[in-house]
């Protein structure tokens, strides 16, 4: 295991822990001070954008699905020139009700509208994700940063297969493959219970 993996599972379970102690989660935190959570809005509100790192994330949930396991999953972003700039979507991390880790995945470009970019782009772009503000707490910023650090070479991966798969991909006639909504998860890694 590399040394800024290892740093960087330390510190999730760090911030899971001092979560812990009074009770609280990650997606407690996340939705602090919001009395409904309703699916496909972003919490929290007006997202959280970190403008040193240029890093960009939001958290929603889509209508309840009876035995799903995942909750919902934080879209991470990256804005490499600015909060007016081109915005390109890194990776979404999907999680439980409790907010533990279940899987990483991307999606096609009609999910979130960023402006695409291939894996040549987009790869030199992860180690740009790093969140450190106070909204809606520095501890669930930490802890998705952290994530996106101790799974680089995972998002680097299923970036580089997104875009293997899309280039494959036989969409209907005159529809581009990155605006086919037949296809919304391109490509996943289900994180193993110790994750």
């Not at 809606?136 to 875009?163: C, F, G």
Request: glycine share 8%.
């Amino acid at each position: 295991m590399s040394e800024a993996r290892e740093r960087a599972l330390a510190e999730k379970a760090f911030c899971e822990a001092i979560l812990a102690k009074e009770g609280l989660s990650i997606l407690s935190e996340t939705f602090r001070g919001v009395d409904n959570i309703d699916a496909w809005e972003h919490y929290p509100e007006g997202d959280v954008f970190d403008p040193v790192s240029n890093g960009q994330w939001f958290y929603h949930c889509h209508p309840a699905e009876e035995g799903a396991r995942e909750h919902g999953h934080f879209h991470c972003f990256v804005r490499p020139e600015g909060p007016g700039g081109s915005i390109h979507h890194l990776a979404a991390i999907g999680v439980d009700a409790e907010g533990r880790l279940l899987r990483i995945f991307t999606v096609n470009q009609w999910v979130v509208g960023d402006d695409w970019a291939d894996a040549d782009k987009t790869i030199p772009l992860l180690g740009r994700f790093d969140i450190q503000m106070p909204r809606p707490s520095y501890l669930v910023n930490r802890w998705l940063t952290s994530v996106m650090v101790a799974y680089e070479d995972v998002v680097a991966e299923l970036i580089r297969q997104r875009d293997r798969t899309l280039r494959d991909h036989q969409p209907p006639e005159g529809v581009a493959a990155t605006q086919d909504r037949a296809l919304e998860v391109v490509s996943e890694f289900i994180v193993a219970a110790a994750g």
